[in-house]
Nanobody, 119 residues
Framework: QVQLVESGGGLVQAGGSLRLSCAASVSIFSISTMGWYRQAPGKQRELVATITSGGSTDYADSVKGRFSISRNSAENTVYLQMSSLKAEDTAVYYC?????????????WGQGTQVTVSS
């Protein structure tokens, strides 16, 4: 089992910045991929950014150049630095971990943190 605890959400004006944190209960090197997803009201949950155990990153086109995913292995924490925020970035942001258990991957979710960008 992997427990994930997000923090760092809040209210920010358009153009501002926020940093989200996701603390994992296990070593993040034991997790194949960690990522951030978001879900706006009335919309499906969508991928924002991912980082693999090897350090490779990937981003949704809508956040490229504005968001950055990183990790601190000593603290088993993954971060999402969000800059130049737009109203359309408003959503609940969820941390996800995908861990290999020998026969397949299992996914885990955090409880989510609200990000609200005022225009």
């Amino acid at each position: 089992q992997v427990q994930l605890v997000e923090s760092g959400g809040g209210l920010v004006q358009a153009g501002g910045s926020l940093r989200l944190s996701c603390a994992a209960s296990v070593s993040i090197f034991s997790i194949s991929t960690m990522g951030w997803y978001r879900q706006a009201p009335g919309k499906q949950r969508e991928l924002v950014a991912t980082i693999t155990s090897g350090g490779s990153t990937d981003y949704a086109d809508s956040v490229k150049g504005r968001f950055s995913i990183s990790r601190n292995s000593a603290e088993n924490t993954v971060y999402l630095q969000m800059s130049s925020l737009k109203a359309e970035d408003t959503a609940v942001y969820y941390c996800n971990a995908k861990k290999w258990y020998g026969l397949g991957y299992q996914g885990f979710w955090g409880q989510g943190t609200q990000v609200t960008v005022s225009s």
